[in-house]
Structures are given as structure tokens and as C-alpha cells.
């Protein structure tokens, strides 16, 4: 997986090309990370360097289904750092791993821009993508499921699945029940045709699905009070003091290409 970045300003991955003969190009990453992590660079650095360089869209490695890349065009970096580290068990203090795998956070030395440098401006792109176009959609969602049901409480209304339908037409423009069987439809078998069956990957890429269809469908000004609605949730949910994210190394006010340029075409 290479990253380029599309017409509309998404980072998408392109194909890889292997010289006949060769190893395949993962194999090689993997060997460099196990030849530096710990001594030619620090176990992080080493780390974040071959999240760089990763050609993968997903895989299969120790009984699981590995999905880094939603959509095409956003990756989920902490689940293939958690790969790569399997590579290394013994490079990385435990302390610091415990940080990485459960709170995003690396070490102090990297901040936002050194991130950036070590995994190149399309993966960071890409990392953008998936940070607003999943973590902060999800948080929108709820954001707005809550909303609904306290209005509905305040008129003295139970709770229901129905907030979770009106949320979703709030949003979208339909409910889920509508809006989840359109996603298989345009996925073709890949995720199969159960919208009650869907895999943490399959959510995650209908989620990333959703949000460009928000972003397609709503003015600039709407779309940018609704993803500081998410934004400010997530924050709230964190309850670290860091808004916008910082342990995930989004700086603030982030000018998105998909926030942008997804709206053409």
C-alpha cells in the first residue's frame, strides 16, 4: 500500500509494486523495524517509521483479521502499530507500550509535527481521514443520540431504538436501518448482506462511509459546527484536557483535505 492523495484531496492507497523474485515489500519493513527498534533508533521512532513505509491495505497473522486501511483512504494507525509491535516484543518498555496500545500516547519526544515527519505526509493524511472520519463521526453520533433523547424525555418520551434512527436521519438524511443496507449494497459481498452482523472493521468502514456522505450533503458551515460537536464530545469523554485529540497527534483546527474537497464530485 502506497498513499496518494486523489481529486478530491483524499489520501487513498495505490498499488505496490515488488520486482519478480524479490521479498514481499512487508517482509522487508519488518525486518528493518527488528534491526533498528532499540538500536539504531528508538523503539518508537523505528516504529513510526515503518507505520511510514507499511504496503498492507490488511491481513491475516495470528488468527486474526488485521483492517488498517477504512475506505481506502483513512488508516487506522494504532491498530497496525499494534501489529508491528509483535514484531518487537522486547524493544519497548512496558510502561511505554501500555501507553501506546491503550492510550495512543508515545513517548514525550514526539509531538504533532515529528509525527508527521516520521510517517510522511500521506499517511498523516490518511491518519486525518480515519481521525475525523471515524473516531470523531462516532462521537457525533453520540453526541446527537443524546441530544434526541433528552428532548424526548423532556416531553415525556421513553427511550428507544428510535433515537438511534432519528440521530441517524438528523445526520444523514435516513435512518440506519435504511442507510446500512445501502453500504453493503455499495460494498458489494465484501461485508456481507447483515446489517445486524457487522464486524468492528465492517462498522468502522460503514462509519468512514457515512461521514463522507455528511460531508457531501450538508453546507461547509453545517458540517464544520456538527464535527466540533463531535470534537468537543470526544473531549469530554477523554476528560484529559487535550482538545482536538493530542495522544492521537491531531493538532487543533486541523484543515482536513475531506472536510474540504469532499464535497466535490
Same mark, same amino acid.
Given at each position: ?18 520486482? +519478480? ?9 519488518? /525486518? ?16 513510526? +517509521? ?8 490488511? !491481513? ?29 516484543? *522486547?524493544?519497548?518498555?512496558?510502561? !511505554? ?19 508527521? /515527519? ?18 470523531? /463521526? ?6 446527537? !443520540? ?5 428532548? +424526548? ?8 431504538? *428510535? ?41 468502522? !468502514? ?25 470534537? *468537543? ?9 487535550? /482538545? ?22
Amino acid at each position: 500500500m502506497t498513499a496518494i492523495i486523489d481529486q478530491t484531496g483524499f489520501a487513498v492507497a495505490g498499488p505496490v509494486t515488488e520486482s +519478480r523474485g524479490s521479498a514481499p515489500v512487508h517482509e522487508s519493513i519488518i /525486518e528493518r523495524l527488528r534491526a533498528r527498534a532499540g538500536y539504531a533508533d528508538p523503539w518508537h521512532i523505528a516504529l513510526l +517509521r515503518a507505520v511510514g513505509e507499511w504496503n498492507l491495505p490488511d !491481513e491475516e497473522l495470528a488468527g486474526r483479521h488485521w483492517h488498517y486501511i477504512i475506505g481506502g483512504e483513512a488508516l487506522d494507525w494504532l491498530t497496525l502499530a499494534q501489529r508491528l509491535c509483535l514484531a518487537i516484543p *522486547d524493544a519497548a518498555p512496558q510502561r !511505554e507500550l501500555e501507553a501506546l496500545l491503550f492510550r495512543g500516547q508515545l513517548p514525550r519526544d514526539v509531538g504533532p509535527e515529528r509525527f508527521r /515527519e516520521l510517517i510522511g505526509p500521506y499517511r498523516y493524511t490518511a491518519h486525518l481521514n480515519f481521525w475525523y472520519g471515524v473516531v470523531v /463521526e462516532e462521537a457525533l453520533q453520540l453526541v446527537t !443520540e443524546d441530544a434526541i433523547r433528552k428532548s +424526548r424525555l423532556a416531553r415525556c418520551y421513553g427511550d428507544s431504538d *428510535d433515537v438511534v434512527e432519528e440521530a441517524y436521519r438528523h445526520l444523514y438524511g435516513e435512518s440506519r436501518s435504511q442507510l446500512a443496507p445501502q453500504f453493503l449494497t455499495a460494498a458489494g459481498e465484501r461485508w456481507g448482506s447483515d446489517p445486524e452482523g457487522l464486524s468492528l472493521a465492517a462498522w468502522q !468502514e460503514l462509519t468512514y462511509w457515512l461521514f463522507k456522505r455528511r460531508i457531501r450533503k450538508w453546507h461547509p458551515a453545517r458540517i464544520a459546527s456538527d464535527t466540533r460537536r463531535g470534537l *468537543d464530545r470526544l473531549h469530554e469523554l477523554r476528560g484529559d484536557g487535550q /482538545e482536538g485529540g493530542g495522544h492521537l497527534f491531531v493538532p487543533n483546527e486541523v484543515a482536513l483535505p475531506a472536510l474540504t474537497a469532499g464535497r466535490r464530485g
